[in-house]
């Protein structure tokens, strides 16, 4: 059964997208992530223009964060006092983040700059993520990112507006969390992606707060991060599609469900191999893609009138 | 019109107006001679479409073997060339074209080759290959080729310029019949379908049609509203993430 999604101008097959929303949803609930920087290269895979599928991605963001965030919040796991602060960070580098995306869509070089910061971050966490997993497998114990957080000790230290974060059990920089919200709200814009990959390893190693607080606090600011990023795209650029984001959250909020239960029954670091694997499959498949010589050299883009 | 008078710019006035009379009686005389319409002068493009075909019939006068040409609103088109930059392909040079048609079809009862002179093929923009589009001045000739070149093909490839001819079918001496496809992906806008008659190498009688090509229902609200009111589409769709998030909370909490 077909749908015309009425942004994207095309059709496309209701249960791809359905099944779709619901694998990612299913890798998500497994692996505790966004599974945004999953869906919007499967979308731009399947043929969904990338400005339409990174704007639409942050609105499917914003419903699947609420459903987390709530989750995370009756087990009373959520920094408040973090999150506002990384929000302030967040809200500015994600609006400069949609006027950079509309920039470079003027210019033609947004499929570009998507496709390189999908490359270098899903290269970089996947083989952090592979690295320490397989190290914690082989020791059989874990000690997550103990050499990393002494190393930033010290500069951490020397920051000026130290601000006290009472769940989080820190005393440190409010310009540390801003900073990390800023990065990752800048790069949620232009990859359409939540940003919990990049998130939730800043706030373990950088800011050392606790790993049980650390998902509910992200989410909860990807909220709003995703909804500030879902306004601005509707408004600079109108490539929000609400029909394809209905149809990702439907499928989504199933799968995560099942991939919730699936992940319980394995061992942690088992799953951690496997979204380190994941991570870097995709990765390798956006790299060949830029690195293998195009079908044809030239492209086209309609830029004015016909509508 | 002015008053008639002794000057001789009225007299000119008056043989331009005999002028323009002539060519309209013959223009009516010539349009006699080929009759044709479509199935549909409105596509619809609603929540379920994947493209359709509209029936083009008509008939002609006398001999002579009809050309179809469908025009799609024009447009500006970007075309980008990719060059290798440190083994990446990177979006280098650049050409905007304007005139663009966003579609073109052509059907024919026979090739066209063999019924119109070339001349006339270049003049009409009949076929793929005559097609013009302006560039900006002072482009180099092979370059602007290859852009040229390159924005047909890509046309070709989303199906929205049609690659071969299509068949204007005969029945019997007069009647004749065509069907026009546009696929999922068809631009909206007006479309003009142009009939030609062609008799001894040379365009004889044309007529035009108009076909609009339009969203309709829901799609096409969404669709205007994401335009037109921007920032409500936002702020609307941020509310619906909100409750959708919210409710599929509410109803795994219990399963």
Redesign the interface.
Known sequence: MQIYLPIAEMSLNVFLLLGLGGLVGFLSGMFGVGGGFLMTPLLIFIGVPPAVAVATQANHIVASSVSGVLAHWSRDNVDFKMGLVLLIGGLIGSTIGVILFSLLRSVGQIDLVIGLTYVLFLGLVGALMLFESVRALLRRRRRPGAPRKLHQHTWVHGLPLKMRFRKSRLYISALLPIGVGFIVGMLAAIMGTGGAFLMVPAMIYLLGMPTAIVIGTSLFQIIFVAANVTFLQAVENQTVDVVLALLLVIGGVIGAQIGGRTGARLPAEHLRILLALLVLVVCGRLAYEMTAPPGDLYSIATTEGGL | MSSPGATPGSTLARLATAWLILIAVTAEARSQTLVADLSSHLIA??????GTEVLLFGATEGEGEVIVVVR?????????????TL?????RG?I?FEGVP?FYAVASSRPLAEIVQPEVLSRQQIGVDNLQFQAPEGIRESRLK??HD??I???Q?AGLFSGEVGQVTFLGERLFRTEIYFP??V???SYLVEVLLVRDGEVVSAQTSPLIIS?IG???E??DF??NR??L??????I???M???S??L???R?
């Open positions: 493009i609603t929540a379920g479409f994947t799609g609103p024009e447009s500006e088109v970007t075309v980008r060339r990719k060059r290798r083994g990446i392909w990177v979006n650049s905007t966003s290859k852009y390159a924005l093909r890509n046309k490839r999922a992906n631009p909206t806008g969203k829901i799609g096409a969404i669709f994401a335009h921007a920032a589409y936002g702020v609307l769709a941020i619906g993430a909100l959708a998030g919210w599929a909370h109803v795994f909490r399963v």
